[in-house]
């Protein structure tokens, strides 16, 4: 089940990033989501001992494929409407790319 969805601006195309409600599996709690990225949609998932922790792992996966990114690197991704950044919260090794509001918010 898709709990939410953004939409990001890469030039003319859409790029949607889903994020699925996490889920038990035996000892653990998994979250997938998905990237539609022009050259073929991704399914990934982040596993932790809780759902929140499964959920937390989850959006810096996200920041991590969106920052490290060639339509990152190009300048070409964005999120219409926002003040700068993707809006995921970003693991600390990935600090020094961040840009707009994810730069000023991710302490």
């Not at 790029?15 to 038990?24: D, I, S």
């Not at 920041?63 to 219409?80: D, K, V």
């Amino acid at each position: 089940m898709v709990v939410g969805e953004r939409s990001l601006s890469l030039g003319e195309t859409t790029l949607a990033v889903r994020v699925h409600a996490p889920v038990e599996v035996g000892s653990h709690w998994e979250c997938q989501y998905e990237i539609d990225w022009p050259d073929g949609a991704t399914l990934r998932a982040a596993s932790g001992v809780d759902a929140l922790q499964a959920l937390q792992l989850t959006f810096q996966m996200i920041a991590l494929e969106l920052y490290t990114s060639p339509y990152h690197e190009a300048g070409e991704l964005n999120w219409p409407g926002a003040g700068g950044g993707y809006g995921f919260s970003a693991p600390k090794d990935l600090r020094d790319v961040l840009i707009g509001d994810d730069k000023r918010f991710d302490g």
